[in-house]
């Protein structure tokens, strides 16, 4: 009988061990899942500076990206409404990236555009005649008076330098009544322009700069067309 019982308990004792070595695994194994989860990285963009709900939509729904609002929290995109600071690219470390270039002022603003553009046609002037005759007020104010000392009457349309869709725009044939403490960028305007069906249009290409070095675009090859709801007379 003493005999049975050290073989009953001993059996025990390798159900046990059994069981134990079981469990073991079972922890290794989740251990293992823990870490596999863990190791997936999560990709954060910070949306601090972005009052546009369909980038954080986008963001968050189609890329899974997990969005932040925190300046001190550390991110792998960056995507903000306007220009970026020489300090904080200075910051930025080799993973990060952002939505803007430095520099990108040079063209996305009116008086710098016009700048540039005038630039080029004094150097390249067959190259650059694609755009209208340009001057920047007020500092280019006395040059710009001297278009209306003629007796043919000229038209010309004027832009505040920093605004957008069609903010402060108007048309003018008379230098008086002009702000000349107000920043216009001031173009010879087109009387007779192409048409589609008797109607002012224009035609916009998107790209997408996706680096400099080497310089690397994407093309959206559909484009848009925008059309005036009313005949051009």
């Not at 990206?65 to 020489?86: M, P, R």
């Not at 080799?94 to 080029?120: A, E």
């Not at 008379?174 to 069906?197: M, S």
Request: net charge negative; hydrophobic share 30%; charged share 30%.
């Amino acid at each position: 009988e003493c005999k049975e019982c050290k073989e009953n308990e001993s059996a025990e004792e390798d159900d046990d061990d059994d069981g134990n070595e079981e469990d073991e695994e079972e922890k290794e194994e989740q251990g293992e899942e823990e870490k596999t989860e863990e190791s997936k990285a999560v990709i954060v963009a910070n949306v601090l500076h972005t009052q546009y709900e369909v980038v954080k939509n986008v963001l968050q729904n189609n890329f899974n990206y997990k969005l932040s609002i925190e300046e001190e929290e550390d991110w792998d995109l960056y995507w903000a409404d306007t220009g970026v600071t020489g300090a904080m690219l200075a910051k930025m470390k080799d993973y990060q990236k952002i939505n803007h270039y430095p520099g990108m002022y040079c063209i996305s603003r009116k008086n710098h555009l016009g700048r540039n553009l005038m630039r080029m046609f004094r150097i390249l002037p067959k190259e650059y005649n694609f755009f209208p005759h340009t001057w920047l007020l007020p500092v280019e104010w006395g040059e710009f008076r001297k278009q209306f000392a003629g007796k043919k009457s000229k038209t010309f349309i004027l832009k505040p330098e920093a605004l957008s869709q069609g903010k402060g725009i108007f048309l003018t044939r008379t230098c008086e009544g002009i702000d000349t403490e107000q920043h216009y960028v001031a173009q010879r305007y087109i009387t007779k322009p192409y048409l589609i069906e008797g109607l002012k249009f224009d035609l916009r290409v998107y790209v997408m700069i996706y680096g400099c070095e080497p310089l690397t675009f994407y093309i959206y090859t559909e484009g848009l067309v925008r059309l005036a709801t009313e005949p051009y007379i």
